[in-house]
């Protein structure tokens, strides 16, 4: 029988013998201060007008040995949409032919695959989901870094960070997912961009929360507030007796 030791040994020597792909991905939360979904269109064939979402939640695991293995999974709230132009982002809103807000609330993609075409460019596949209607969508993506986010040096507010940031393109359809109001004099085909910053999840220590520094455990680290010493009293005087008390 193999001792406790020996045991731990083998079982490193075997993670260590695994390719690189089979090794567990980093996970990845998208900045949202610094994440931009545009999407344009053809204006009457006058000019290209355009709007973006500003709210962008999403969650990437990525592996940058293996990259193919990626996945991603984003959500998009539909009211956060902002084309610049009061009036069309409240019909956008409220039209039937376009979004149906109050009832599909959101806007998501999840990836079903990832095609490296190079070191640092790839084709992902995936299903995009507006107005309650699923359709495949793919985004040519271009990986523009990873590494030690480049303000740490000079920003504390960055120490500690890790951070990948990715350029995408894409075009559809929008009667595709319902969208068919004003076609053909308004265009068919959307084109989006995406520029992406992402911040890697900070893993957490062998020993346990403890004696992790995370958001979500270095609260717990504080120590609790100094309580306001209580006044001292002066000792209590002996009761006072009467004739009628012996």
């Given amino acids: 029988m193999l001792r406790r030791g020996a045991w731990l040994s083998l079982v490193m020597t075997a993670l260590a013998a ?38 962008v939640k999403g969650v990437l695991s990525f592996d940058e040995q293996n990259p193919a293995a990626s996945t991603l999974d984003v959500t998009i709230p539909v009211k956060s949409i902002a084309t610049g132009v009061k009036k069309l982002d409240e019909h956008l809103l409220a039209s039937k ?8 609330s959101t806007i998501t993609y999840k990836s079903t695959g990832v095609a ?3 070191d640092r460019t790839g084709i992902v596949t995936g299903e995009l989901t507006i107005n309650g209607i699923t359709r495949p969508a793919v985004l040519d993506v271009v990986w523009n870094f990873s590494g030690e986010h480049p303000l740490a040096n000079i920003n504390p507010a960055y120490a500690g960070i890790y951070a990948s940031g990715f350029s995408a393109t894409t075009q ?56 306001p010493a209580l006044p001292q009293l002066p000792p209590a005087a002996p009761p006072q007796t009467g004739a009628g008390d012996r």
Avoid at 31 to 49: A, C, I, K, M, Y
Avoid at 210 to 225: F, I
């Fill in 116 to 118: 490296m075409q190079s």
């Fill in 172 to 227: 559809i359809r929008r009667s595709d997912w319902g969208l068919t109001r004003t076609i053909p004099y308004i265009s068919d085909e959307v084109k989006i961009t995406i520029e992406a910053e992402l911040h890697r999840r900070t893993p957490m220590p062998a020993d346990g929360p403890a004696d992790a520094d995370t958001p979500e455990t270095a609260g717990a680290k504080l120590p609790a507030p100094d309580e």
């Fill in 97 to 104: 032919e376009f979004f149906l807000a109050d009832v599909h």
């Fill in 18 to 55: 695994l390719p690189a792909g089979a090794r567990a991905a980093d996970t990845y939360d998208i900045d949202p201060e610094h994440t931009e979904v545009r999407f344009s269109w053809n204006h009457l064939g006058l000019s290209r007008q355009g709007g973006r979402f500003i709210d």
